[in-house]
């Protein structure tokens, strides 16, 4: 019969584990949280480039795919799991474009409970910033989990140029809409680059955007290489106008609580949508 | 509507001194001068803070120090807690400050020993960020109504426990007793998000505060 052996540790340095395993577990689940806006970020971190990759290395070379566009998902957690358990049951999506707004309040435990929540798609996601993403220091944590305000990719031979146009909230000492980061994406002498889509949070004309400049940014969407439309979200309802009456349409995706989205089919004779309710 | 803050400001205030040069016991045979003179400063003793308390955590700072005042057999104590929040993925470090009104309840005796135990503690506390990023409400350049909440100022409300020993007055320095606490509390927007979900646990909008009181007076 074995003989159990009990190991005693010297009383202080018992001691000292139990405190070190005390400290771990409660700085481990920030149970000792300092602020909402803590800014700590724990978990998962640079989603945009890392989704990026996926969508750009898995639709290369080709010339249709299809997307789900979302918006607005702050406050409906249990709406977001639904689309999420949605999607994750079809297999004819390439990735999912989210317009903004994962936050209500710009408290950092919300942009973490989204991203849990969207983590679980199966499918590649990016996310863009939201106006309600930038109150109190929620830009810095949007930057941190998610990555830089105006962002693009390729997918196939799509580029989707995905800009912060919440100029309220910065007070005009940003260029919002950012012309510069516009046009170097508009020089961009990738082969593969023939088409052009915009996405972003808040459209021409709203009271968000920078209208002085309106004009001047839908010049520049015209002058995009085949350009095919711009996305956005904010008004939390479907809508689909052509803004500035010359053939180019803006398509506006609902907030995750109506229970619909827009689903979009590319292919080489351009593009096609429909809402899907889940 | 400054001013009327102003205003009320100094009615309260000036009502505060009227109460504080009136209370007391009966005059003795002090002539009227001294006797008045000690109300006085007898009034403003009251206002001396008489605690100290160091504490981590609880949405009112990663490192905080508190001061305030217990009142009322000791079942009610207010407390003014000054508190750093760290950098983390922000640019910078910012500072909260907290006013915050405790009840306990009950006190038990634990045994022969120098240690009484309070079950239970109940606080609502009112958190307040120093920081320009933060609105106590929306700023006139956003449409009415665009944002209802605060981003500066967060309500919040705590439970917990705590120990007291008491420390003997033949080896007392600076401090009557020391207490230990803790403490779960959550704030309105961790409640306004759970409530409507389900996928926001009870659990995961508790934060944990743990702290030491230092009683002075």
Redesign the interface.
Known sequence: MARMRIVYLPKNRCRNVVWLLLLLT?TSCN???????????TGDTGINARNVARIEKALDGKSSFRFAFISDTQ????ET?AFVAHLNSRDDVDFVLHGGDVS????T??FL?QRD?LNELKVPYVVLLGNHDV???GV??Y??VFGEENFSFMAGDVKFICLNTNA?EF?YSNPIPDFSFIKAQLKDDNPAYRRTIYAMHVAPGD?QFNNNVADVFHLYVKLSPGILCGLYGHGHTFAEADKFGDGIIYYETPCIGKRFYLMFTINAEGYSYEPVYF | MNRSIFNRLMVTLSLLCVWMSAHGETPTELPAYDYRVEQYRSGWNRLVPRYVKLQTGGLMGAVSVGTGWNYGRDHWETDFILGLIPKFSDDHARVSLTLKQNYYPWKVQLGNSPFTFEPLSCSFFVNVIMDRDYWVSQLDKYPNGYYWFSTRVRMNLGLGQRWTLRIPESRRKFHRSVSFYYEFSTCDMYVTSAVTNRYISFWDILRLSLGVKFQIL
Do not use: C, H, K, T
């Open positions: 409660i149970l000792l949280e300092s602020s909402p806006y803590d800014a700590r970020v406050r409906w957690y249990d799991e209500d309040f710009g408290v435990e919300e409970w929540i109150l109190g220091n810095q944590v930057r941190r309220l007070d009271e």
